[in-house]
Antibody
Framework: EVQLVESGGGLVQPGGSLRLSCSAS????????MHWVRQAPGKGLEYVSAISSNGGNTYYADSVKGRFTISRDNSKDTLYLQMSSLRTEDTAVYYC????????????WGQGTLVTVSS | EIVMTQSPATLSVSPGERATLSCRAS??????LAWYQQKPGQAPRLLIYGASTRATGIPARFSGSGSGTEFTLTISGLQSEDFAVYYCQQNNNWPYTFGQGTKLEIK
């Protein structure tokens, strides 16, 4: 069974930094691209970032480019999202997502971790 | 960036009836279109991919159609557990983008 467990969310002041982690199990992590998707309170869904299976290719939404960094440790089956220069509009639940079937088809989701950016 | 537009924003339908949800892309996404269901406090669940293929375990009352820029999700014989928010999403080009959602509520 595929399991994705996010951690690292919390309250941070504007301009601050936070690192999210996603621990994966139930599949061969090193063979799977991975994504981060977020959802602001009461709002819709937004793809934030994606990374290829070996970490060699990364993608970012324009809204986070230059501020967020996606990475992975295949020896630990863990995905990361380093967030810096955080803004109030980054407040959201952040989901770790495993695409399958086809690139960008998000079949497996974690439970999400809440990031709140506020002074 | 491809903009996805869903209509209507809210749809009120009685249990047992059919619901038809629409999604339009600002440019062609071929058949690279997925539909998700989200209930309060839960992560989204994949329903449909490739515009018309049901994901594993999804009941046959859910069907998808369309290609290019116009897509439809049809739910036949609505059951109580189907009332939720539905999102379309294109996976043709990065950044992958979602529609703003359609809330399906009980009439």
């Amino acid at each position: 069974e595929v399991q994705l467990v996010e951690s690292g969310g919390g309250l941070v002041q504007p301009g601050g930094s936070l690192r999210l982690s996603c621990s994966a199990s139930g599949f061969t992590f090193s063979r799977s691209a991975m994504h981060w998707v977020r959802q602001a309170p009461g709002k819709g869904l937004e793809y934030v970032s994606a990374i290829s299976s070996n970490g060699g290719n990364t993608y970012y939404a324009d809204s986070v480019k230059g501020r967020f960094t996606i990475s992975r440790d295949n020896s630990k089956d863990t995905l990361y999202l380093q967030m810096s220069s955080l803004r109030t509009e980054d407040t959201a639940v952040y989901y770790c997502v495993k695409p399958s079937i086809a690139p960008g088809v998000s079949e497996y989701w974690g439970q999400g971790t809440l990031v709140t950016v506020s002074s | 960036e491809i903009v996805m537009t869903q209509s209507p924003a809210t749809l009120s339908v009685s249990p047992g009836e059919r619901a038809t949800l629409s999604c339009r892309a600002s440019q062609s996404v071929s058949s690279n279109l997925a539909w998700y269901q989200q209930k309060p406090g839960q992560a989204p669940r994949l329903l449909i991919y490739g515009a018309s293929t049901r994901a594993t375990g999804i009941p046959a009352r859910f069907s998808g159609s369309g290609s290019g820029t116009e897509f439809t999700l049809t739910i036949s014989g609505l059951q109580s557990e189907d009332f939720a928010v539905y999102y379309c999403q294109q996976n043709n080009n990065w950044p992958y983008t979602f529609g703003q959602g359609t809330k399906l509520e009980i009439k």
